[in-house]
DNA sequence: CTGATGACTATAG
DNA sequence: CCTATAGCCATCA
């Protein structure tokens, strides 16, 4: 089970938040080593997973970082210096339900 | 089995 | 904001 495949894109969630969700209450190192050791063919929104203070967990400057940035602002998540508001994109499982439900209210109307 | 490791986190100074 | 510390837990040597 991969919490992480429902992230909605526009949305970030913090490891802890994923173990949480995935059924592993202390497993946010677990899920870094997932996302360390994946496969490539998965297709997984592993950019949409960032530390609990809401950096990017990777060393500004390499690679990885800059790739998730870019992949964060094409999602149209703004990255400053290294770091994501989580107060504005951290991703509430919950809140799914409720804009569909606002969107189809707004339908109505 | 034991100890080290790490894409983590919370707390304290 | 940054460093230090201490939990955390699957994986690995």
Redesign the pocket.
């Known amino acids: 089970m991969s919490a992480i495949a429902d992230i909605p894109p526009g949305c970030v969630a913090?490891?802890?938040?994923i173990a949480e969700i995935a059924g592993v209450?202390?497993?946010?190192?677990?899920?870094?080593?997932v996302?360390?050791?994946?496969p490539e063919a998965k297709d997984l929104p592993?950019?949409r997973?960032i530390?609990?203070?809401g950096k990017i967990?990777?060393a500004k400057g390499s690679d990885?970082f800059r790739e998730?940035s870019r992949r964060l602002a094409r999602e149209d998540v703004e990255v400053r210096n290294g770091k994501v508001d989580m107060k504005v994109f951290r991703w509430q499982p919950d809140l799914d339900e409720l804009i569909w439900k606002h969107a189809m209210d707004w339908e109505e109307e």
Request: hydrophobic letters at 35%; glycine letters at 12%; proline letters at 4%.
């Open positions: 913090s490891y802890g938040q209450p202390r497993g946010a190192r677990q899920v870094g080593y996302l360390r050791t994946l592993w950019h997973v530390t609990a203070s967990a990777f990885q998730q």
